[in-house]
């Protein structure tokens, strides 16, 4: 592959609420037994990019836990690998990163030192699957300065919450608005970007002489009429998750057999950190309908429509319908959750209720072992 690969994992968004008090919103747990940042790292290891570097920085300690071997998506190799950088203190700087602009200028040696003619750059907040290979392709035979890839929502979808684009004919992008009040194209930005790799570092370089830290605003937006950018299109599944009601309905679309045949039997695979832990175990009078039931788990109750990650524990006569429920939480006897994510190391007591009545409730408990 004639690319690096560059994930920006390193920010925060308060559109989700609880779920990021204690990680980094790319270590987000996804379909039972995945990160968000999975997605990301094995579309590269799948289009053979050799060399990636992870830039972390908000609650990222699970993320780097994570991330500590990178064998897992086939990086432990002596040329090239898995590279995470941090924000750190050098005489020349002192700050954390302001920005995705300015995270990667903090790392600039790194692109400095490859040899590699063009960067792919992806966010690691969203599941999808993509050949990146194609995505250059079309770079090169476009003659393209900046690619965008897009994705275009249903009509009943809200795009305020990301960028926004309109093409021409050509698909040579004429207008590019991040976050607008009120969208005028269903056309997105999906976060990934190829660029060539000395045409980023002198726009990082000019970004960062001019105290301009945003990788989109300062960047993409401000020289959409003076580069040629274009937009290349990706029509299967991929969904963002940087709000609670995203990160919900993405859990629950791995309910849909197609999603899952898409993204656990078609290749190429996903891959994640794999945990020593024993199969899902049921017990008599358990009854589980139409969910996803992480490894080391004990299922005593009935669980509907659900996503359980690993190592959950569901009391006796407890309900759970249509829920998300994370890594290591206790569920007390007859305990009945609906609509809701229920946050990791909780234990919600015996004989509690709650439901999610006006759009998905997070349930965050006191990590503290009841007595039944």
């Known amino acids: ?87 750190t203190i050098t005489a020349d700087n002192g700050y954390w990163y302001r920005g995705t602009a300015d995270a990667i200028y903090q790392n600039l040696e790194f692109l400095r030192k490859c040899h590699e003619p063009y960067v792919i750059i992806s966010s690691g907040d969203a599941v999808y699957k993509m050949d990146y290979n194609k995505a250059l392709e079309y770079h090169i035979r476009k003659k393209s300065d900046v690619t965008v890839v897009c994705k275009r929502l249903d009509v009943d979808e809200d795009a305020s919450r990301f960028g926004t684009l309109k093409m021409n004919e050509d698909m040579r992008i004429e207008e590019f608005e991040e976050k607008p009040m009120l969208a005028t194209s269903n056309m997105i930005s999906a976060g990934i970007y190829v660029i060539r790799r000395r045409l980023l570092i002198d726009l990082i370089e000019h970004c960062a002489e001019e105290e301009r830290h945003d990788f989109v605003t300062d960047i993409l937006i401000r020289y959409k009429n003076l580069k040629r950018m274009y937009a290349y299109e990706i029509k299967d599944y991929w969904n963002n998750i940087s709000t609670v009601e995203a990160y919900y309905r993405t859990n629950m679309d791995f309910l849909k057999p197609e999603v899952r045949k898409y993204f656990f039997r078609e290749y190429p695979e996903v891959y994640s950190k794999v945990s020593d832990l024993p199969p899902a175990k049921y017990n008599p009078g358990a009854i589980v309908k139409n969910s996803l039931v992480g490894s080391g788990s004990i299922i005593n109750g009935t669980v509907e429509n659900s996503v359980l990650f690993k190592k959950t ?42 439901v999610g009545t006006n759009g998905v409730k997070v349930v965050v408990e006191k990590n503290e072992r009841y007595a039944l």
């Open 313 to 354: 524990f569901v009391g006796n006569n407890c309900v759970i319908k249509n829920s998300v429920i994370l890594n290591d939480v206790y569920l007390g006897d007859n305990t009945y959750i609906e609509n809701c994510i229920v946050e990791s190391r909780d234990t919600i007591r015996a004989n509690t209720r709650h």
């Open 1 to 87: 592959m004639r690319a690096v690969g560059i994930i920006l994992a390193g920010g925060n968004s308060h559109k989700m609420r609880e779920l990021t008090h204690r990680r980094a919103i790319a270590a987000m747990p996804v379909a039972g037994s995945y990160r968000a940042i999975d997605f990301a790292l094995s579309n590269m290891s799948n289009s053979h990019i050799q060399k990636v570097a992870v830039l972390t920085q908000y609650n990222a300690r699970s993320l780097n836990e994570h991330l500590n071997s990178s064998k897992w998506w086939d990086f432990g190799r002596k040329q090239g690998g898995l590279y995470v950088f941090t924000p």
